[in-house]
């Protein structure tokens, strides 16, 4: 069973700069898509980054794309979300997350269908 610890959230100003990490113990993220994930209040939770087992392709949402970069270290234990220039709009809770079957082909997976970190807040401030 893979235990996901997110870390780096935190309070920024508008046009700032923030590195999410996600560390995995008990397993590890190779052979499984892994991603960010976030939850505004009020909204559902919603995939922003996504990155195939292959580390090859990755998936942006329309909302993040040229602004978040997705990337998973050699060691294939932890993945990162560098978010610059963000916007008010990227305040929500981000969790890590890693598709629970192996193999899936892309970077983009379902929320239904992924195991959980317990989340960092992102609060982005005017």
């Not at 959230?9 to 499984?32: E, H, I, K, N, P």
């Not at 993040?64 to 809770?93: C, H, W």
């Amino acid at each position: 069973q893979v235990q996901l610890v997110e870390s780096g959230g935190g309070v920024v100003q508008a046009g700032g700069s923030l590195r999410l990490a996600c560390a995995a113990s008990g397993d590890t993220f190779a052979l499984y898509q892994s991603g960010w994930f976030r939850q505004a209040p009020g909204k559902e939770r919603e995939i922003v980054a996504g990155i195939e087992w292959t580390a090859r392709t990755t998936y942006y949402s329309d909302a993040v794309k040229g602004r978040f970069t997705i990337s998973r270290d050699a060691a294939k234990t932890t993945i990162y979300l560098q978010m610059n220039s963000l916007k008010p709009e990227d305040t929500a809770v981000y969790y890590c997350a890693r598709r629970t079957s192996r193999f899936g082909s892309g970077g983009y997976f379902p929320a239904d269908e992924a195991s959980w970190g317990q989340g960092t807040p992102v609060t982005v401030s005017s």
